[in-house]
């Protein structure tokens, strides 16, 4: 296991911690990141409800094979609730997924004339989201999820692994709702920098802030986290003290140069 780093990093603080500098030392843990456009607009968000509850291997499989089946969304939108449930069996909560599938094409249909959601691009972030989130069961993370990984749009999807972060590093506060930190970090966040923060926080919690048991002694922002005290053994803290120690005693307790008397 890695030492704790008490010469390299920025400054301690117990305050929260400064975006900007979060992002660059995960992109330097975990990036580089690239942008690439998974789906087109539609098919990200059949994807969304297909992937929630279920991990990204199930999904996968029933997404593919709801393709398969039908060939086109537009296909799936004719299909019955049983036909597609059958379709995406083996991605799980079939029962659940398939009917709200059904719901969401047949609700674009109605407002949009077609299931061609590429116009959300060319309307501001707050009216696309807004647009999004009319349809039944589209919450502001699966909004965010269409908008920024389909459309490179800066939207926000908060998901547990980037809410437990934020909070933990004090970007947000400890009572926000989930739903509420969508809004407050797109707010601090500056739009070119959504995407690598989306990927950096849900690096960093899924590799080493996890919700048991985070590895603080090897956090890369563990310098900034006013959270990081509070997961650490005794140990850790021992040696996390002892290198502030020797810290101060190498920038404050150097001798001072002689100066020749007169
Ligand atoms: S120091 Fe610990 S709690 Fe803070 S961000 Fe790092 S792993 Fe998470």
Redesign the pocket.
Known sequence: MAKISTTKRSPRTKSKADIVQTIKLMEGQYGPFSQEPRLPPMDEMVFTILSQHTSDINSSRAFRRLMERFGTLEEVAKAGVPEIMDAIAPGGLAKIKAPRIKEVLDKVMELNGSLDLSFLQEMPLNEAKAWLRQLPGIGPKSAGIVLSFSLGMPAMAIDTHIYR?SQ??GVIGPKVSVDKAHDILEAKVEPEEVFNFHVAYIN?GRQ??RAQR???AE?V??DL?P??KK?LTKAELAVLAAGEKQTLAGSGGAPMPHVPQS
């Open positions: 972060v933990r590093l960093h080493v802030c985070p590895i603080c956090c922002v563990g986290c959270s990081r997961f």
